[in-house]
């Protein structure tokens, strides 16, 4: 069993910055993806972005490309996404979650994030 635990999370202004973390214990996740997603009031989770244990690769949604930069240290267990340039649309609860056998298989509890204009 994994435990994830997001931190991080606030009110900022539009084009502010945050960064959130994701605290993982239990089992050992540095072998696995680690990936965020958002959902905002009224809509689906939606894919943020993902990183490979070795952090070597990641991937991002389109509407974060280029302002959030995800990294994790797997000595700390804890992964980071850094939030620039924020803007009212950012505004959602962000959680963390653990692949497994190729799904999302744990989630953190969520930390929410919003940003005024």
């Known amino acids: 069993q994994v435990q994830l635990v997001e931190s991080g999370g606030g009110l900022v202004q539009a084009g502010g910055s945050l960064r959130l973390s994701c605290a993982a214990s239990g089992r050992t996740f540095n072998r696995n993806v680690m990936g965020w997603f958002r959902q905002a009031p009224g809509k689906e989770r939606e894919f943020v972005a993902s990183i490979t244990w070795s952090g070597s690769s990641t991937s991002y949604a389109d509407s974060v490309k280029g302002r959030f930069t995800l990294s994790r240290d797997n000595a700390k267990n804890t992964v980071y996404l850094q939030m620039n340039s924020l803007k009212p649309e950012d505004t959602a609860v962000y959680y963390c979650?653990?692949?497994?056998?190729?799904?999302?298989?744990?989630w953190g509890q969520g930390t929410q994030v919003t940003v005024s204009s």
């Open positions: 979650a653990v692949m497994r056998l190729g799904e999302y298989a744990y």
